[in-house]
């Protein structure tokens, strides 16, 4: 018997199952690459604040621990994002260690966690893993929310957790409010805001953050200039973000992004001024990539566009096209039947843009 066959059949008795049929995320090598598909920033810092963050991450005590006081931070968190002073406030490992802590803190084995479907990955890949129940609840056909199909699968399931992103990914739709309070009323237990997406479209529960009794509101600065970083917070009850930080891992937040984030977050104002002109370029390269043969644009809150391909090539041809191209854009037509024909395109910056619609019209003209 090889090493291999012996490692082969202890793992198949020890780890559970549905890891061992899970894929892994993968992260394709993007060096060369026009790089649509992760949401991120086009834009730089500037050289100024570059320079800050270099001294600020120089001088980090990498020899310490993080400090357990974390109130300077949570100070500047509030300031910068608008977090309401009465509002509790959790920091993560991006906002995908957060939506873990929250199920972790609020799941037992078989509790249910909702939300609408198709929309963001983990919050299903992280149910799973934490040995609750995934119901996923349709979109309607065109991709907006069905609030009575929500409204009965949560009475159905009565979950422990729902999450509603507002902007939804890879959809890019954003839920009325009245639809969101409607799903808050019903909800038996926490609902999760996640407003990854916010800085692009221009509404927000954070204000009531505070106020809300069964909900918290989950952001990240991965999509305004900072995804390098890893950096997500959530606010809302102190009730309740005292309970999910019991489930945090000690010293979950480094030196090295705490002493980033003192340097960089005094230049928010950077940050919204990028973020606008992504805002700005969203709809003319929407109209843009409407007018291509075969191409349906889907109404979009966030920094990227839902594409669907009906023509002569199909997404996976075209996406396999732009790659050759060295474009890279998320393909999402076999994700989920309403996603059929789907390619996910981050908005870049404009030549980046220019070069996707001069590569498409070349694609589908040929």
């Known amino acids: 018997m090889t090493s291999n ?160 992103a507002l902007p939804n990914n890879p959809t890019g739709g954003l839920w009325r409010d009245e639809d969101v309070q409607a799903i808050l009323d019903a909800a038996p237990g926490l609902v999760v805001l996640d407003e990854a997406y916010q800085p692009f479209a221009g509404s927000t529960w954070m204000p009531r953050a505070a106020d809300l009794p069964n909900a918290v509101v989950l952001r990240t600065v991965s999509k305004i200039g900072l995804a390098g970083l890893r950096f997500g917070y959530l606010a809302g009850p102190a009730a309740w973000t005292e309970q999910i930080d019991k489930v945090r891992p000690p010293y979950n937040l480094g030196v090295l992004v705490q002493a980033a984030l003192h340097a960089v977050l005094p230049h928010k104002p950077l940050l919204d001024e990028q973020a606008a002109r992504l805002r700005a370029d969203r709809g003319p390269l929407a109209a843009a990539l409407a007018a291509l043969p075969g191409v349906r644009v889907h109404d979009s809150a966030a920094n990227f566009l839902l594409v669907r391909f009906s023509g002569a090539k199909d997404a996976n041809a075209v996406h396999l096209e732009l790659k050759t191209r060295k474009i890279l854009v998320k393909n999402f037509s076999s994700m989920h039947p309403l996603l059929s024909g789907c390619l996910r395109i981050s908005i870049g910056a404009p030549d980046e843009n220019a070069a996707l619609l001069a590569a498409l019209h070349d694609i589908l003209s040929t």
């Open 5 to 164: 066959d012996s490692a082969d059949g202890r793992i198949a008795q020890t780890v559970r199952a549905h890891v061992r049929a899970q894929q892994a995320y993968a992260v394709p090598d993007a060096t060369g690459f026009i790089k649509l598909d992760a949401m991120e920033s086009p834009y730089a810092l500037p050289d100024e604040v570059r320079a800050e963050v270099a001294r600020a991450v120089a001088a980090a005590p990498l020899n310490r621990y993080p400090e357990g006081n974390l109130s300077a931070l949570r100070a500047l968190v509030r300031q910068a994002f608008g977090v309401p002073a009465e509002a509790g406030l959790l920091f993560g490992n991006g906002s995908d260690e957060l939506i873990h802590l929250v199920i972790q803190a609020c799941c037992e084995p078989g509790d249910t966690v909702l939300s609408p479907w198709p929309s963001f990955v983990y919050f299903d890949i992280t149910a799973r893993l934490s040995h609750a129940r995934f119901v996923g609840v349709p979109l309607t056909a065109e991709l907006g929310l069905d609030l009575p199909a929500m409204l009965a699968a949560i009475a159905q399931h009565r979950p422990k957790v729902v999450f509603l």
